[in-house]
């Protein structure tokens, strides 16, 4: 079954979405290895599934333990760029036990993505979606405990969002965190717009050595301590991070490994997501059940980029839909990993 990949960025409205989410599932449930065999698992005839709410997710824990890929090809792994869900470096470990804190699994999801056009079209497209125009800003990125790591999807993608700003501005910063406050203060005096993309542990060692005057940069935190810190809840960190860096708001991505698409908030702690990126809530008592907008319950995502892995993922993530396309992310599941995808408990 060939899936037109253009129309999938062409969606409109919630039908479009729907038939086109259905021909994936389609294509996916037989062509899918592990996703073939989870819904045979399941007793599921998925020939006869005809709504979005009848489609069984796949349980997000399987990228640790399996290779997710759909098509009929040999699997080879050098057809497929990896990329790895975030770990704990040795440093950040030895944190964590300082802060009691030792429930942390060693295990790491690997996303094999076959087509990173689709990949870059996504995330480009969906920046467009919220921010327009990449060349409009300097892209300034404090992500040091994804650089370390080196097969971050989050670095792929800001990395080549700082190619496509075509700025010799834009750039990342590891520890140099002087040379990044020179830099923000600068493009505050010229008035140029900029996007600051920072993981929530550098962002608050950032304010807490340097101070700031009023400004419209956007600073936008892509969440997780990495076992750096103390975990805040969303809300304090915000406040600390306005306060200091004396901006109006914070901005925020959740994406995450396992996906291709993201969802962005651009200040008020709730997220929306682009045409092609769907939220479901499941019952946490019953994961094939869906609960009513403002009820709390289990995020499944619908990611149509994800076609050549599995687009229908079970996260460990809890949060309600505010309306169709706006979502609140509200922690995650008892004894789940700790990520880096924007998760504070």
């Not at 800003?137 to 790591?149: F, H, K, M």
């Not at 990342?172 to 406050?181: C, R, S, T």
């Not at 994800?306 to 396309?325: Q, R």
Request: glycine content about 4%; hydrophobic content about 35%; overall charge neutral.
């Amino acid at each position: 079954m060939k899936i037109n990949e253009n129309k999938i960025f062409e969606i409109n409205n919630n039908k479009d979405f729907e038939d086109i989410a259905l021909q994936i599932f389609n294509y996916q449930a037989n062509n899918n290895k592990i996703y073939n065999q989870y819904l045979k698992y399941l007793n599921i005839n998925y020939n006869e599934i005809v709504s979005l709410k009848k489609i069984p997710f796949l349980p997000i824990e399987l990228f640790k333990t399996h290779v997710i890929t759909t098509g009929n090809e040999v699997f080879k792994t050098n057809n497929y760029k990896q990329f790895k869900s975030s770990g704990t470096t040795a440093s950040a470990k030895s944190k964590l036990q300082k802060l009691n804190i030792s429930s942390i699994a060693n295990s790491r999801s690997i996303h094999y993505v076959k087509d990173l056009s689709l990949y870059e079209k996504s995330f480009c497209k969906g920046f467009e979606y919220f921010y327009g125009n990449i060349e409009d800003y300097v892209i300034l990125a404090l992500l040091p405990s994804y650089l370390e790591q080196n097969d971050s999807s989050l670095v792929y993608m800001v990395d080549k969002l700082i190619e496509l700003s075509n700025n010799n501005e834009s750039g990342f910063y590891l520890n140099n965190l002087d040379e990044l406050a020179e830099k923000i203060n600068n493009l505050i005096k010229t008035k140029q717009k900029a996007i600051l993309i920072g993981v929530s542990f550098a962002l608050l060692d950032l304010v807490e050595k340097h101070q700031f005057v009023e400004n419209e940069i956007i600073v936008m935190e892509t969440g997780g301590m990495k076992g750096r810190r103390k975990e805040l809840i969303r809300t304090e960190l915000h406040k600390i991070l306005k306060n200091s860096l004396k901006v109006e708001k914070i901005h925020s991505e959740y994406g995450m490994t396992e996906l291709l698409s993201q969802a962005y908030s651009t200040g008020n702690e709730v997220f929306e997501t682009p045409n092609w990126l769907k939220i479901l809530i499941r019952d946490t008592n019953d994961p094939f059940s869906y609960l009513a907008n403002g009820k709390t319950g289990g995020i499944n995502v619908i990611d149509l980029a994800n076609l050549h892995s599995c687009a229908f993922i079970e996260t460990k993530d809890l949060g309600k839909i505010v309306n169709n396309n706006k979502f609140e992310i509200l922690g995650r599941f008892d004894n789940s990993d700790i990520r880096g995808c924007n998760l504070l408990l």
